[in-house]
């Protein structure tokens, strides 16, 4: 305020020297004029120059923590521990174009959020094996890495194959015919089979109870980057637990109060931690993790068979414009009057949907309304 008012009365000076010396008397005038302009612009620098590093400070001071994360459940449950400190904070979704999970890879911007960030936050599964690389690289040592998979431990599940599943690698089997290669064939199958097994269900998120888990660890996390601000994050995980509690018990609810106990999809099957946590059975066309995209003769005929057999009043999808293998279960059953009902994965969640307010917790409760519908 002290410099603004030396300017102006710096700039008044002028103006009455100016009038006082008059238009003809341009001499010594002039040069008073342009001594206090000098001076002026002087201070104008100094005074900018003081307020930018004044903003680069206060900004620097805002953004404290820089946390990057792949998927949107992570994203949101980051930002909800973070509470009213999420402003202070700069925190980045990788995949936020719809971009699936099994087909992302970083840009190189990408890479540099990862390598210069204090937290890094992704799922763990073969989908994410880039990771490593990127990671290797960083020169960030007190970097906290958060990785889903190894938080739950033993609660990871194996992806499995159900039956009338597709397996990805009966097409790849039956392109191989030559009877001359025939044993060793069998051979490679029996192992891509084995590693199949070995594979693991990348799907955690959609387990209210795993994501009870999770957020706790990405509470104590943040305290540890945070410390003066630990029982701060604590409580809000304490308060989200709460809401995750209560929306498991609903989901609880529903499903024992539902006539049905089986979902049938026709489209890849992600809701295997879901359907596990509240006895649900299931058929599924694919996989959670399968690049499959066709159907055979025989899948369909499979679901169609189990949806008159069971009297199921909806056939599933996952999110996404494509269910025309749900539409085709529905058009070989009997009666040709299910519902298709479509349950929300978050592999397709866009910065768009965030800012239109859409929340892990919104998702959860959305796919709730789905469920009672299918299993009633």
């Not at 099994?102 to 911007?109: F, G, I, K, L, R």
Request: proline share 1%; net charge negative.
């Amino acid at each position: 305020m002290k410099k603004r008012n030396l300017l102006a009365g710096l700039m008044a000076a002028g103006m009455v020297f100016g009038s006082l010396t008059g238009c003809g008397n341009t001499s010594d005038g002039g040069t008073e004029v342009a001594k206090a302009t000098e001076i002026q612009t002087t201070a104008e620098k100094e005074e900018t120059k003081e307020i930018t590093s004044e903003e680069a400070a206060d900004e620097s001071a805002d953004k404290s923590m820089k946390i990057v994360t792949t998927i949107f459940p992570e994203y949101d449950w980051v930002k909800t521990i973070l509470g009213d400190k999420a402003d202070n904070s700069e925190l980045t979704l990788l995949l936020d174009n719809g971009v699936d999970l099994h087909s992302y890879q970083p840009t190189a911007e990408d890479m540099v959020k990862i390598q210069e960030c204090d937290m890094f936050i992704y799922v763990g599964g073969e989908s994410d094996e880039w990771v490593e690389d990127v990671l290797g690289s960083s020169q960030k040592n007190d970097m906290v890495v958060i990785n889903l998979l190894d938080v739950l431990g033993d609660a990871v599940k194996d992806e499995e194959i159900v039956e009338g599943m597709e397996h990805e690698h009966e097409h790849e089997d039956e392109e191989h015919d030559d009877e001359e290669h025939e044993h060793d064939e069998d051979e490679e199958h029996e192992g891509e089979e084995h590693e199949h097994e070995e594979e693991k269900d990348e799907h955690v998120w959609l387990s209210l109870r795993n994501a009870s888990v999770l957020c706790e660890e990405i509470a104590a996390q943040l305290g540890n980057i945070d410390e003066a601000n630990k029982d701060f994050y604590m409580s809000n995980y304490e308060a989200y637990k709460t809401e995750l509690d209560n929306l498991d018990e609903e989901y609880k609810t529903a499903v024992d109060a539902g006539n049905q106990k089986t979902l049938l999809f026709g489209d890849r099957f992600p809701f295997r931690y879901l359907v596990d946590d509240y006895g649900i059975d299931y058929y599924a066309a694919f996989a959670g993790c399968s690049a499959e995209s066709e159907a055979s003769f025989e899948t369909v005929v499979f679901l169609s068979g189990k949806v008159d057999e069971l009297g199921l009043p909806a056939i599933m999808t996952i999110e996404g414009p494509d269910h025309k293998i749900a539409e085709t279960v529905k058009n070989n059953t009997t009666s040709k009057d299910q519902q298709i009902l479509t349950m929300d994965s978050m592999q397709a969640t866009t910065s768009k949907d965030i800012a239109d307010g859409v929340t892990y917790l919104s998702v959860m409760r959305n796919n709730l309304e789905v469920l009672k519908e299918a299993l009633k």
